[in-house]
């Protein structure tokens, strides 16, 4: 069992950065492939950045260049560095861990996961 917690959510306007992380606890990150996810209200939950087990990285098309996903297996937290955000990223933003033992793959699906964190609020003014 693993119990994910975010934590780094908040407000800041458009242009602006902020940096996410979910620590674990009760297994080793390392072990997991780790993705975050976003849901805006009246939205389905989306896919938006991944890092494998052995450390290849993801990204939904429409953060790419702008956001991007670490591991500190050491601290056993992942990151989710956010820069240039706009409005259109507010969104309650999850943490999730992947049990697949495959050493690149990164899943991009929901149900591909099997543990979550409760999740943090980003808000982008305009």
């Known amino acids: 069992q693993v119990q994910l917690v975010e934590s780094g959510g908040g407000l800041v306007q458009a242009g602006g950065s902020l940096r996410l992380s979910c620590a674990a606890s009760?297994?080793?990150?390392?072990?997991?492939?780790m993705g975050w996810f976003r849901q805006a209200p009246g939205k389905e939950r989306e896919f938006v950045a991944g890092i494998s087990r052995s450390g290849s990285r993801r990204y939904t098309d429409s953060v790419k260049g702008r956001f991007t996903i670490s591991r500190d297996n050491a601290k056993n937290t992942v990151y989710l560095q956010m820069n240039s955000l706009k409005p259109e990223d507010t969104a309650v933003y999850y943490c999730?861990?992947?049990?697949?033992?495959?050493?690149?793959?990164?899943?991009?699906?929901?149900?591909?996961?099997?543990?979550w964190g409760q999740g943090t609020q980003v808000t982008v003014s305009s």
């Open positions: 009760g297994r080793t990150l390392s072990n997991y492939i």
């Open positions: 999730a861990a992947d049990r697949d033992v495959a050493p690149v793959i990164v899943h991009t699906a929901t149900h591909q996961y099997d543990y």
